[in-house]
């Protein structure tokens, strides 16, 4: 069995007369004179099973090693009484020498991050990768609900989402062996910064789609909230406006949150209490509440009115730094905020362009407390002429985007949606400062040990 089959069960599930076996690695080990206890977690639940035995029985059981042990259950003793097992065999599975890395006491981030091989046996990395998967079955469970498909956009692709020009760039070893240059087959590719542009295909002729795949960004930030390889969930739906786009981001995120607070409770009690205090009470204000839906232009006012703002005085026109996105966010009490309509000129070349006003693109951020930016996104650039004058105002290769360009010649509609950062959606619902915690094995400037 599960120990959160175990756990859960309670009182109910004790049946003291049947024996259960439970396999799992050894957490704790505490000898006293006439008992001694051992921790079992098989990464099921926060808390593993506590095993009593006599006072030798875990003499040759190490703190790491694996076991399955077995015996009766129990209700234990004290003031919160969890169930426990009483042990009456105990075999070792696999040893585990005295130098195990992780040892129970506190360890850095930095150093467990040395050891991610080994950090998931932990308390903060278990909790986090139970959320993971949580939030994951989340996502997919609402787009299912709501009648959006699942597209899997190439990882492999010829185009520049974004148009930052920081992509890594494919190259095969055969092509590095034989000098020759380094392309796909003749071809320059890369690794794709967003499924966007390939899933407005799927947009115009399915309606609602949604990818959720991994992302590569060779940006040289070395920051808590940017990895080079990062998983993004991007919805893209046809025939809405920014309203609509609005909405749907805000109704997703809530519903992910709101089942989070239910299914992964014991799992967010863990990192409220641990790693953040105003972490429950965040997100519990977060689904409550309507999200703040500001203007660009507002905000920039906004901003230059504030007396706090000290390192980065800002102008229209200019992007948010951190330190603005956290004057926002905490200005209207710590809530989410989207920020709407930036200028055109410093957003990519897909997004559409203001009726009113063409210097402005109907698009949004969103801003959340903690982490800053969370999410992304656009109505789409639907007229064929206007988005033609973007790639060659912008130096872009036209042959490259032909096939984005017929979308628009071919029943062209509006459309639009966005994208997640997955791992900075982790990051706000854990508390976990560094984004490098929240992935189980990260890639970083400089890191990509194995
Ligand atoms: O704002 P971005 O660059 O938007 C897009 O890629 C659009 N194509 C999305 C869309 O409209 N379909 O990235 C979206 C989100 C950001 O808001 C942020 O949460 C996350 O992706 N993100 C990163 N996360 C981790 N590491 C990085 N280097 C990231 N860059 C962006
Ligand atoms: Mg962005």
Redesign the pocket.
């Known amino acids: 069995v599960r120990i959160s089959d175990i756990r859960k069960s309670g009182d109910a599930g004790i049946d003291s007369n049947k024996i259960h076996k439970v396999k799992g690695w050894v957490r704790n080990i505490r000898i006293q004179k006439n008992v001694s206890f051992i921790e079992v977690n098989d990464g099921s639940s926060v808390q593993g099973l506590q095993i009593v035995g006599d006072k030798d029985t875990f003499s040759n059981i190490k703190h790491g090693s694996a076991v399955e042990a077995e015996g009766n259950l129990m209700k234990g003793e004290g003031k919160n009484p969890q169930v426990e097992m009483q042990l009456k065999n105990i075999k070792l599975i696999g040893d585990c020498p005295n130098e195990f890395p992780l040892q129970p006491k506190h360890h850095t981030f930095e150093f467990l991050r040395e050891i991610a091989h080994l950090r998931s046996r932990g308390n903060t990395a278990g909790a986090l990768f139970r959320m993971r998967n949580e939030s994951t079955q989340l996502i997919h469970q609402y787009f299912n609900k709501n009648g959006f498909i699942n597209v899997h956009t190439p990882i492999i692709t010829a185009s520049d ?2 148009g930052g020009g920081e992509q890594f760039q494919v190259v095969s070893t055969l092509d590095n062996k034989s000098n020759k240059q380094p392309h796909f087959f003749g071809e320059p590719a890369y690794l794709t ?4 542009l390939e ?1 407005e295909i799927f947009a115009s002729s399915h309606s609602r789609v949604y990818t959720f795949g991994p ?1 590569f ?1 060779a ?1 040289k ?1 070395n920051t808590p ?4 390889e ?1 998983w ?1 969930i ?1 919805p ?1 739906i046809a025939f809405i406006d920014l309203n609509d786009n609005l909405d749907i981001a805000e109704d997703f995120l809530k519903y992910v949150i709101n089942n989070l607070l239910i299914n992964c409770k014991d799992d967010i009690e863990f990192f409220n209490k641990r790693i953040d205090t105003g972490l429950i009470e965040r997100l519990k204000k977060t689904v409550d509440n309507k999200f703040i839906r500001l203007e660009y232009k507002d905000a920039i006012n906004l901003l230059k009115e504030s007396k706090e703002i000290t390192q980065n005085s800002i102008e229209m026109g200019d992007d948010l730094q951190r330190e603005h996105e956290k004057y926002i966010t905490q200005h209207f009490g710590n809530v989410p905020v989207f920020i709407i309509n930036w200028p055109k000129s410093i957003k ?1 070349f897909y997004m559409r362009q203001d009726d009113s006003n063409p210097n402005v693109v109907s698009n949004m ?2 801003l959340v407390p903690e982490v800053g ?6 109505i789409r650039e639907e007229r064929y002429d206007i988005l033609l004058k973007n790639i060659q105002d912008l130096g872009m290769d036209q042959k490259t985007y032909e096939w984005y360009l017929d979308l628009r010649k071919y029943g062209s509609v509006p459309h639009g ?5 997955f ?3 982790l990051q706000y619902v854990t508390g976990l400062q560094n ?1 490098r915690d929240v992935i189980p094995i990260p890639r970083y400037q400089n890191y990509c040990k194995f």
């Open positions: 989402c974004e910064v967003s499924g966007q899933a992302t960004r940006e930030s909230r940017h990895l080079s990062f993004m991007e893209e990519p951020d969103l930016e969370l999410i992304g996104g656009s949606g966005f994208g997640l950062g791992e900075r959606f984004i």
